[in-house]
């Protein structure tokens, strides 16, 4: 399950709302963005096109694994240049699900959960508390997208909306796109307020 | 911090190292080994910056498995160390890599050995070597316990100190190590020391 909020920021200027910070690798594999959006949007394009290029050499498709080593290399060899890509790599491949972590400095981790960006704190928080593995394909999104919603709320560059996509052994698909906005009053409505003192209108004399 | 440490004992070397990925505040896995079995009878404990710890020492592990296949025989231990030193000592003033590495290995005509291998292409054959914050505890504790011809068993226990000294007074302690072991057997895991077991699937 990948989730992301959609918000770019320039300092304290929301430059866009609208940003897609899941990038769709190809039909059976997704990535990320965190950090700068023209570093990570460049290289996932071109981390497509050598898995496409290994999918042409090799007559198979590439691994989760092989393409996270990928992109971990290509990002290690301009280490010290002032790239800024926190990414996670996730997909489906014959071994099953897989989830990479590749940031800027060269490094790549295996695991089962990552959160990546500026909000990430926030977002472990809720993940963590509610994750299981053997948990449902709807409870996983849920959790997801409540994930999202979380770190919009306190971090002040995420905002905008929570995408979530479902990574299956046919691929990804695209399970949901709320705006955080009303998330927040789906999740905790307003109840309607008992006013004490009404204030009458003044008759005309 | 990363905490990486070993010792010499009798017809072995035992490394230890934390397995927690860290980045700033955030603890990203806790069940990262950070020890890479160079060969059958060698173990590289790396630490250092993400990128340069794994790259580094993969770049190691496939020029001592390159020799091995032109050569028909492995590399020694000590020879291992001279040219991962001497691959940090060329990259040091041009584009330097920021690994501390302890290398164990056993050879026959040798037996077990220790190189202590920092990041500015310091090489030491040594009994007992640690890095990182959790070298303020581990060394004095294997200074005044530390025998040369210890067995397995007082080994963990002396490792097993270090790691409780570690937990209990460094303030960031990371809350798992994994602990390897090479002998004339070979090179292998020998234990996990876990006091935060992930919620899910074993360690990756």
């Given at each position: 399950m990948v989730a992301a909020d959609s918000r770019a920021s320039m300092g304290g200027y929301i430059s866009s709302q609208s940003v897609k910070k899941i990038i769709e690798i190809n039909p059976y594999m997704l990535g990320t963005m965190a950090g700068g959006a023209a570093d990570c949007q460049f290289w996932h394009r071109n981390l497509g096109i050598k898995c496409r290029l290994h999918e042409l050499e090799n007559k198979r498709r590439i691994s989760v694994s092989g393409a996270s080593k990928l992109l971990a290399n290509m990002l290690y060899s301009y280490r010290g240049m002032g790239l800024s890509v926190g990414t996670m790599i996730a997909g489906w491949d014959e071994t099953g699900p897989g989830l990479y972590y590749v940031d800027n400095q060269g490094g790549r981790l295996k695991g089962d959960r990552f959160s990546v960006g500026s909000g990430s704190p926030y977002a472990y928080g809720v993940l963590d508390s509610g994750y299981k593995y053997d948990m449902s394909v709807e409870e996983a999104s849920e959790l997801a997208r409540r994930s999202i919603y979380h770190a919009t709320f306190r971090d002040g560059a995420s905002g905008g909306v929570a995408s979530v996509y479902?990574?299956?052994?046919?691929?990804?698909?695209?399970?949901?796109?709320?705006?955080?906005?009303?998330?927040?009053?789906?999740?905790?409505?307003?109840?309607?307020?008992?006013?004490?003192?009404?204030?009458e209108e003044a008759t005309a004399e | 911090m990363e905490c990486v440490f070993g010792l010499v004992g009798n017809g072995f070397a035992i490394v230890a190292a934390d397995t927690s990925a860290v980045h700033s505040i955030l603890l990203h896995k806790n069940n990262e080994d950070k020890i890479m079995v160079l060969d059958s009878h060698k173990l590289v404990a790396a630490s250092g910056e993400p990128g340069d710890r794994v790259q580094f020492t993969e770049y190691v592990q496939k020029n001592v498995s390159l020799y091995k296949f032109r050569n028909g025989i492995s590399l020694t231990t000590a020879a291992a160390a001279n040219f991962t030193r001497g691959e940090l000592a060329t990259a040091l003033r041009k584009n330097p890599y920021s690994v501390n590495i302890l290398m164990a290995g056993y050879d026959d005509e040798a037996g077990a050995s220790l190189y202590y291998i920092d990041y500015i292409a310091t090489l030491h054959k040594v009994d007992k070597g640690a890095f990182g914050y959790g070298s303020y505890f581990s060394l004095s504790t294997m200074d005044r316990h530390y025998r040369s011809d210890m067995s397995v068993e007082e080994a963990i226990e002396l490792v097993d100190k270090c790691i409780l000294e570690i937990r209990s007074r460094l303030v960031v302690a990371p809350p798992n190590f994994v602990i390897k072991i090479v002998d004339k057997d070979g090179a292998r895991d020998y234990a996990w020391r876990q006091s935060v077991k992930d919620v899910t699937t074993a360690a990756v």
């Open positions: 479902h990574v299956g052994p046919e691929g990804w698909t695209k399970l949901s796109g709320d705006d955080v906005g009303e998330l927040h009053y789906h999740y905790y409505p307003v109840a309607p307020a008992i006013a004490e003192q009404v204030m | -």
